[in-house]
């Protein structure tokens, strides 16, 4: 079992840009959470996916957009980056959506120019 | 609302030396809690959660007892070792949909 497997590890853009950044979760999981944790914080929760649709939503602007596919794989998109969106993104999987045990992917470093 | 308040750091201490980091909480509902540690340049790993009152999560020889009537949920260990040293982060889940907050996180240094 290969556990949470985020994509890619590392990601430099310049303000301005689009960045999409890719989440597997765990063998069995279909709930994928994803979460911001800037430097020295702890993570905060941007949004959560099962059956292919957005869940619940965390107090982030609407330039942060996701996606759930068939397989239970997921994206996150981040459009028009600011300097503030630097941070580490992480991914979260539970089994289900009532599961209250999420197990978190080792997560993708962004830096923003 | 819902969070999580933990005791800043960062924390060093000696090996063998007892370790407690404060954790309290506030949440509308009955949550669960957790506490989670983050080894550098990794994700975080679920360490130990209670699920309701008075509930003793344990592992890796810490411990958390999760205490309703001072809405707390401190992290213990009888000794610590340096292989230890990490970030500790304690967390709360509540509602349907099982959101997650976290606290801010407690940097450990054990120095041998």
């Known amino acids: 079992d290969a556990g949470v497997t985020q994509s890619p590890t590392h990601l430099i853009k310049t303000r301005g840009q689009q960045v999409t950044l890719r989440c597997s979760p765990k063998s069995g999981h279909d709930t994928v959470s994803w979460y911001q944790q800037a430097l020295g914080q702890g993570p905060q929760f941007i949004f959560q996916y099962y059956e292919e649709e957005e869940r619940q939503r965390g107090n982030f602007p609407d330039r942060f957009s996701g996606h759930q596919f068939p397989n239970y794989s997921s994206e996150l998109n981040v459009n028009a980056l600011l300097l503030g969106d630097s941070a580490l993104y992480l991914c979260?999987?539970?089994?289900?959506?009532?599961?209250?045990?999420?197990?978190f992917g080792p997560g993708t470093r962004l830096t923003v120019l | 609302g819902d969070s999580v308040t933990q005791m800043e750091g960062p924390v060093t201490l000696s090996e063998e030396a007892f370790l407690t980091i404060n954790c309290t909480y506030t949440?509308?509902?009955?949550?669960?809690l957790f506490w989670y540690v983050q080894y550098p340049g990794e994700g975080l790993q679920l360490l130990l959660k209670a699920t309701k009152a008075d509930d003793k999560g344990s592992n890796k020889g810490f411990e958390a007892t999760y205490r309703k009537e001072t809405t707390s949920f401190h992290l213990e260990k009888g000794s610590v070792q340096v292989s230890d040293s990490a970030v500790y982060f304690c967390?709360?889940?509540?509602?349907?949909?099982?959101?997650?907050?976290f606290g801010t996180g407690t940097s450990l240094t054990v120095i041998p």
């Open positions: 949440a509308t509902g009955y949550p669960s």
């Open positions: 967390a709360l889940s509540v509602g349907t949909g099982n959101q997650f907050y």
């Open positions: 979260a999987s539970s089994l289900d959506h009532r599961s209250n045990e999420q197990f």
